[in-house]
């Protein structure tokens, strides 16, 4: 294993004195898909949340390429190299799927304070936004209005519009949710693919993806990691079998 | 390039507008109506007003119920210099676009806290403190204002004086302002004010410092509409409180409403509506707005993109 991206240390966030996430801690290599498992209500979200730094955790450090990370914004964490994708959906509907990708993409091209050329002459940003369009299969959608599109191409149109910022670390809230058993596929295959040269954050509801493409897996039941480990490790886990698999037979 | 053509109709209109405002001082000449040119300036005046709200509004979606505030400062920076008889054009077209932009700068970095309902409540409160700051100064008149004998002076270069100069420099004002917003909606920035109006969240995980970029927009069309009021004070000569009052605020969002927020045109259209219906209805009635409520009615049940749209759709459905 390489050196770790990203480092949590005892990562907590209450809500009103339920802990959501209690005392997590973990670490993801470049090159390795780390999933995130639990039943519902775990805090596999606020977990995402608290990565992305929606949210603000009460105690506890992320450590991400070796600075600290735990007290900056949002844009300031995107712009270091940290994307995200979203459980339900979140896009420009407005915009067309290109304008989508390239504004992704304009947001780490240094400052926006540029009032007078149209931003959709940018050639250098059309042509990445079009790349990343192209990497999750959406290259000949590239026009359509975003609002208008699919379930399926709203989850692949969030993974280009989180690969155009060209991320070293790519946390992705059930990228899988809702797919066919087709687009689940061609979902596995990206990340697959994705995974050469970043760190992945997974949280998926899908065993058969997580167990398919996972390198490690970290389980979590009522805001607390349970286990971490191999995909092997965790199937035999009885912790884990019994919180858990169990339920799933 | 795609939505030129698509517009291509609204394209032809807007530039017959533009051809129509052109001439028109040359027909009222003819036919000796000077009234008509007072009322076309005052359209216009109100059209860059509404132009630079719609950045913020339509746009932006930063819903402002105090933009009329910066009518108001732009027409005191031409009042107040000329009270201490400093007619001096430049100077005080400089007081009115600074002075727009120091106040949309301090109060927008305090109202771009908030959202939704906060944000249009706050901004109508620090429009009424304006207004009731200077009702309150016995100096320039408080609530009665000011009367101002001698528009801007440009020396020898323009003589604002003539009426068709005048109006001839609000034209230029108003094709500008258009020129404007339609370069920075398009541009990085712009996309940048309209992603975020779209999902602002979204903006900030993909790494946008939206505050900033909103503030900027809000300081931009501050200045705009300082602008607009540095034209008003010089227009009707008079200037008071009233001006900066938060119903004429309100009178800015109908005429955006009205025109289609979010479009380049759309408020200029609405400015027209709002300035010939009141024109020509209050002539019959004293309760004009009776209809102009009406009509805000038809375009907001029907359309949500203004009256051009709610033509189409009537169209449409024939």
């Known amino acids: ?249 | 390039m795609s939505a030129w053509a698509d517009k291509s109709g609204r394209y032809w209109i807007a530039l017959a507008g533009v051809l129509i405002l052109f001439l028109a001082p040359f027909a009222i000449s003819y036919w000796d109506q000077p009234f008509y040119l007072d009322v076309l300036m005052r359209l216009m005046i109100l059209a860059i007003a509404a132009i630079s709200l719609n950045l913020i509004l339509g746009y932006g979606g930063m819903i402002s119920l105090g933009h009329s505030v910066y009518i108001g400062i732009g027409a005191y920076a031409v009042g107040i210099p000329a009270y201490y008889d400093e007619y001096n054009g430049i100077l005080q077209l400089l007081l009115a676009l600074g002075g727009c932009g120091v106040f949309a700068l301090l109060t927008g970095a305090i109202c771009l806290r908030t959202r939704g309902a906060y944000f249009i409540m706050i901004t109508l409160a620090f429009a009424q403190m304006m207004y009731f700051t200077f009702v309150s100064i016995e100096e320039y008149g408080g609530d009665d204002g000011l009367v101002i004998y001698a528009r801007s002076d440009f020396g020898g270069l323009l003589d604002l004086e003539n009426n068709v100069v005048l109006y001839y420099v609000i034209l230029g004002c108003l094709l500008l302002a258009l020129l404007l917003v339609h370069r920075i909606v398009n541009s990085h920035f712009g996309m940048v004010i309209r992603g975020t109006k779209s999902n602002e969240l979204r903006m900030q995980t993909v790494g946008f410092p939206t505050f900033r970029y909103q503030l900027s927009c809000y300081v931009i069309s501050g200045m705009l509409c300082g602008l607009a009021g540095w034209l008003m004070g010089n227009f009707t000569g008079f200037i008071s409180p009233e001006m900066m009052d938060w119903t004429r605020s309100g009178e800015l969002i109908a005429m955006v409403i009205l025109g289609g927020p979010g479009s380049l045109f759309g408020p200029a259209v609405g400015a027209a509506i709002f300035i010939l219906m009141e024109t020509i209805l209050s002539e019959i009635t004293v309760y004009w707005h009776l209809y102009l409520g009406l009509l805000l009615i038809l375009v907001a049940k029907f359309s949500g993109k203004g009256f051009g749209a709610l033509v189409g759709r009537i169209r449409g459905a024939r």
């Open chain 1, 1 to 249: 294993m390489s050196e770790p991206l990203l480092e949590v240390f005892g990562l907590s966030r209450s809500f009103g004195g339920i802990a959501a996430t209690s005392d997590v801690s973990l670490k993801i290599a470049r090159g390795e898909i780390h999933a995130v498992i639990g039943p519902n209500g775990a805090g596999k979200t606020t977990l995402v949340a608290l990565l992305a730094g929606e949210l603000a955790a009460d105690s506890g450090t992320i450590r991400f390429r070796e600075d600290d990370i735990t007290l900056d914004a949002t844009p300031a964490r995107a712009r270091r190299g940290l994307a995200r994708t979203f459980q339900v959906t979140s896009i420009f509907s407005e915009f067309s799927a290109l304008e989508n990708v390239a504004l992704a993409a304009q947001a780490h091209t240094g400052h926006s304070f540029r009032f007078w050329k149209p931003a959709a002459e940018d050639a250098a940003l059309r042509q990445g936004a079009l790349e990343a369009l192209q990497k999750v299969g959406l290259g000949d959608a590239s026009e359509r209005n975003a609002g208008e599109m699919s379930h399926g191409e709203h989850r692949l149109l969030e993974m280009a519009m989180a690969l155009a910022t060209n991320p070293v670390m790519l946390l992705l809230d059930e990228p899988a949710a809702g797919l066919g058993p087709e687009e689940t596929t061609a979902m596995v295959g990206l990340l697959q693919e994705l995974k050469q040269d970043k760190g992945v954050l997974l949280v998926e509801h899908d065993m058969d993806v997580v167990f398919a493409i996972a390198d490690r897996i970290t389980v979590m039941v009522s805001g607390k990691t349970i286990a971490t480990g191999s995909p092997a490790e965790i199937r035999n886990d009885d912790r884990v079998r019994k919180a858990y698999l169990g339920e799933e037979g």
